[in-house]
């Protein structure tokens, strides 16, 4: 597969990596440990693990996971992973930065890759994979404005860091452009762009959280809600299914929850995708081939490393003008006539 197409580079991964065939070492080991939510919290860290088994089935590697079940388990995850078994070591958010820079630094012939995170200065042994989610957050806050009927949408993270509150940004800007665009006053509650303040569960593992703050947007007026915490949005989205779409809709982030959540996926407007899946498959082939440096790989509209998923269910109901427009919204985001940090 051409990678080239798919993902900008930030460091010198070998053009070789994504166009040339791949020689199978006769033992390969990609090993990952998750953040708290689980292998398969149906977003973030299942993505991620999709990533090494795509590997496992094209290059026929062995793979391997361990969960945290909370932070106290990061270090300890990893550490256990060192000692020759694991060829490269993918870790998975944000929270996990300081845990794979210590192992790092401490073990400088062992390969690690970070989902989320980006180290100033760069890690010679660490490849960092992030995401411009707030472009495509940007569309799908633009889409749930024109979509609302009340007028108000309503956002909430699992905690307040910079990979959870990309996607607020993007949300609350694109809701912007939209009132800008039509003269509208659409309002949207849970994120401050300027104060950096809004709503958090504190945690991404409780669905009962995930309801009770979409259930406290929804009682504010909110008739689309964007949870950014993984499994917590699972609770909206039962939520939303209860009261029915036409009072509350959902948008999913990290996967297309209408695939990963079929059970409530009529709920889903659209998701805000991360093509995590993708960068880890990548790392893992460079790692493979002898091309593997620490650096950074950034996945944009551009390039395909984030978008929003196809309208599903809801396909019929979101106008004509409107998809016209979010595809406009796209090509000016690519080209930069679009600036999403408005």
């Not at 958010?93 to 300081?98: E, N, P, S, T």
């Not at 607020?168 to 039509?182: I, L, P």
Request: with cysteine; charged share 20%.
């Amino acid at each position: 597969m051409n990678f080239l197409n798919n993902f900008t580079k930030k460091t010198a991964i070998a053009a070789a990596l994504f166009l040339g065939s791949v020689s199978v070492a006769s033992a390969f080991t990609a090993c990952q440990v998750t953040d708290t939510g689980g292998i398969d919290d149906n977003g973030f860290n299942q993505t991620a693990w999709k990533g090494v088994t795509d590997a496992q089935e094209k290059f026929g590697i062995d793979s391997r996971f361990l969960e945290s079940q909370a932070e106290t388990d990061y270090e300890a995850n990893i550490n256990s992973l060192l000692g020759g078994q694991c060829d490269v070591i993918v870790t998975v958010g944000f929270l996990l930065g300081d845990a794979t820079k210590n192992a790092a630094e401490t073990n400088p012939d062992q390969k690690f890759s970070i989902v989320d995170y980006a180290y100033d200065p760069t890690i010679p042994n660490v490849l960092g994979q992030v995401y411009a989610t707030d472009q495509a957050a940007f569309m799908a806050g633009y889409l749930s404005a024109g979509m609302s009927k009340t007028g108000i949408l309503g956002t909430f993270g699992g905690i307040n860091i910079p990979p959870v509150t990309i996607f607020m940004d993007g949300f609350v800007s694109g809701a912007n452009y939209y009132n800008a665009q039509k003269g509208a006053s659409v309002k949207v509650l849970g994120w401050d762009k300027a104060s950096r303040e809004g709503l958090f569960t504190n945690n991404f593992d409780s669905l009962d959280d995930g309801r009770a703050f979409a259930q406290n947007l929804y009682d504010e007026g909110a008739d689309i809600v964007l949870p950014v915490a993984g499994p917590v949005g699972l609770g909206s989205a039962a939520l939303a299914d209860e009261l029915g779409t036409d009072a509350l809709k959902i948008i999913g982030v990290d996967a297309d929850l209408f695939l990963t959540d079929p059970a409530k996926k009529h709920v889903y407007l659209t998701s805000i995708v991360k093509r995590m899946d993708s960068t880890v498959t990548a790392v893992i082939q460079a790692a493979m081939e002898g091309t593997f440096e620490g650096g950074l790989i950034v996945g944009t509209l551009e390039n395909n490393g984030v978008g929003i998923a196809p309208l599903h269910d809801f396909e019929d109901a979101v106008p004509a003008e409107l998809k016209a427009e979010l595809e406009a919204i796209r090509a000016g985001i690519i080209d930069g006539s679009i600036n999403v940090g408005g």
